[in-house]
């Protein structure tokens, strides 16, 4: 099993990679027996992918990375970079490579605060990798300065530093950054091909995986969440009826605040997972007394912890909420087709009655107006509307259609 069979559906994306790994390989192979570099290369410092959730960019990113410091001794014998067994490989998927650094967005934005430390590595040499790899997640939320520290470096980088910058689009990107990096853009993933590799990979019944990769439209990461967690197929489930329940303003109220309250609840579970074991591994670096009793000194080390971790609540309860737009965002469209008069791919068949009802009793334009008030709600999360009033205003308009 290669590094590049977690590309679902992404074939060309993976030649591409696959070609640029090889000639990273020669490129360190050659300058180790200090031998000529070869004249022509498809390897280059920095790389965007993009493409739509779910299509995979942090995967490829990663799988990149893992394949730039693959040490397995097959490649000496022609064999490919990215074998996914030996160790370099192994800790770069894992994410524990000391060479390979990740950047992901806590809260709304990626804060130039938290890029000056990986800034400053991407200058040094790698430690025990064959490459200095920094991987940053959600490029699309550098703000202006963070934006601009990773300019500097990508403008002029150390010769063994390669940047990974992933986006769901170009344009999410300063133009200064992308015109510096090779552009890869990735498509949505065939359903089918989803559905296959939830069988191979996870397995996965046939039926739950079409299901579940149908239902989330080629989303990778949701149709495999969707396919092992029966809480997330309670909460989809719930999602789908509330089209059904809008038929009063204490109704929409009232489902408002359940979809709210199950995005925090989320949150919450996710916090009480990381912020407790982040906290003792911090009091502990620190030299916390067996009493917890931290040194002098330390309590703005704890304090910007906890603004971390609170950022990263905020982010996820909004993720959450994303989640269950998503859902209503494909009821609608099935709706609509139907109003339509076609029935071909409807991400919801397991809620075909619903959608049957729903479609006789309104008209195609009213569906149009739907579907636009929920990219309304999306669009107000993402200016920081108070996720209430922000869906609050989505039911009611869901009512008035």
Known sequence: MTVWDDLVGQEKVSAVL???ARDADALVTAAA????LPEASKMTHAWLFTGPPGAGRNQAARAFAAALQCVSPDRALGGTPGCGFCDGCHTALLGTHADVTTVAAVGAEILVKDMRDTVRKSFTSPATGRWQIILVEDAERLNEKSANAVLKAVEEPAPRTVWLLCAPSIEDVLPTIRSRCRHLNLRTPPVE???DMLVRRDGIE???AASAARATQGHVERARRLATDPAARERRAAVLKLPLRLDEVGACLKAAQELV????EDAKQLAEEMDGKETEELKAALGATQ???????????MKDLEDMQKRRRTRTQRDSLDVALGDLTAFYRDVLALQLGTRVALANADAEDALERLARGSTPESTLRRIEAIAACREA???NVAPLLAVEAMTMALRAG
């Open 33 to 36: 027996a200090d031998e000529p």
């Open 291 to 301: 009493g917890g009793r931290l040194p002098r000194g330390t309590a703005g080390v």
């Open 193 to 195: 091909a989803v559905a």
């Open 18 to 20: 696959d070609a640029a």
């Open 206 to 208: 046939p039926s739950v």
């Open 261 to 264: 309250d199950a995005a925090a």
């Open 381 to 383: 999360l993402d200016r």
